[in-house]
């Protein structure tokens, strides 16, 4: 569970720039602001449920990081689909519920942030403080992303909260739902595999481990000896993956590869992989159930439909602005 954690807040860190471990208060009043019959306007929530606020700053985030994906690779795309702005409307405050659910029901769950998780969070707060070079270059990076060090914090925690939420969930209400559908998914879509990775100048060693793997040479020794991936050291049976897990060039090659069979050399960004395909093993999937379901369609589908079950559950108050939200209305 921690592994996977790390790596998701690793992941994150890669993607966009995340907060340092600063003691920044948070505001009552969020910065962000709506244009309302042309004048801008301090925004304090989305919506409330209760006494709780939901975050505009979290709204507004979604809002125009997407509206920029979409003008970046649609082009005219307000002009030609008159459904397009109420669609992104619609997708951003369906995220931040999203997350304002998972927050909650991990909450009714008794689930928490351990030691460890939050330390975990505050290193990879302060590695992207470290590569920006500075707090004040890492504030102004995270502003050209529409976004601020306490909802980026709150982000990063939502993203870990999820994570043991579903996990919870494995272990309890969808064991006995999903449980055989789930296993069944595993047993036909997941693919063991383990690899030999060279740096991207090494395709001539590359092609000589790939030969001599196939002229019967121990394939664990040969990674061992050559291999640079550090995450076979702690996944010594291989990797157990779905589609979306691994890079493209490494996922095509693996599934099409028969049980036992080692491929030619495969480029990807990391460098040249030498792949050999394994058998699944029921008693890993076994010890390892809880991780594995998580990963599956089944599980995924239905946590998806139970968050929106929970969401649909609410009492929410939309502030009195929320119909006024547009694409230039969203500052």
């Known amino acids: 569970m921690l592994k996977r954690i790390i790596s998701l807040l690793l992941a994150a860190s890669m993607g966009i720039l995340c907060l340092s471990g600063c003691n ?31 975050s505009y700053d979290e709204f507004r985030y979604y809002f125009l990081f997407y509206k920029d994906q979409l003008e970046e690779n649609v082009e005219n795309v307000w002009e030609t689909n008159e459904d397009a702005e109420q669609n992104l409307i619609d997708y951003s405050y369906q995220q931040t519920m999203t997350n304002y659910a998972i927050r909650t029901w991990a909450e009714e769950y008794g689930l928490e942030l351990s030691e460890t998780e939050s330390s975990s969070i505050d290193d990879s707060i302060q ?16 502003d050209s992303q529409y976004l601020t060090a306490d909802l980026y914090r709150q982000m990063l925690e939502t ?37 030999i990775l060279v740096e991207e100048d090494q395709e001539e060693l590359a092609q000589e481990l790939a030969t001599r793997a196939r002229n019967g040479e121990d394939f664990d020794s040969l990674i061992e000896e050559y291999g640079e991936d550090p995450g076979m050291e702690d996944n010594p049976d291989g990797y157990y993956f779905t589609e979306g897990e691994m890079v493209t060039e490494f996922y095509d090659a693996a ?34 159930l809880t991780e594995l379901m998580a990963k599956t369609d089944t599980i ?12 649909n559950s609410l009492d929410v108050e939309k502030q009195e602005n929320f119909d006024k939200i547009s694409i230039e209305s969203v500052q």
């Open 127 to 142: 590695q992207s403080i470290d590569t920006a070079g500075s707090e004040e270059a890492f504030n102004k990076a995270l």
């Open 159 to 195: 993203q870990v909260l999820s994570s043991k939420l579903l996990d919870y969930l494995c272990e309890n209400d969808f064991k006995s739902q999903y449980e055989e559908e789930a296993i069944s998914e595993i047993k036909s879509t997941f693919i063991r595999a383990s690899h």
């Open 300 to 311: 995924q589908n239905a946590y998806h439909d139970f968050l929106t079950s929970k969401i």
């Open 24 to 54: 920044s208060e948070k505001k009552e009043d969020s910065s962000a602001k709506l244009l309302v019959d042309g004048e801008e306007v301090s925004i304090p929530y989305l919506a409330k449920v209760g006494d709780d606020k939901i």
């Open 255 to 288: 599934n099409a590869l028969a049980e036992g069979e080692v491929s030619d050399p495969v480029k990807s960004d990391y460098g040249y992989h030498v792949i050999k395909r394994l058998p699944l093993e029921d008693s890993y999937i076994e010890e390892n």
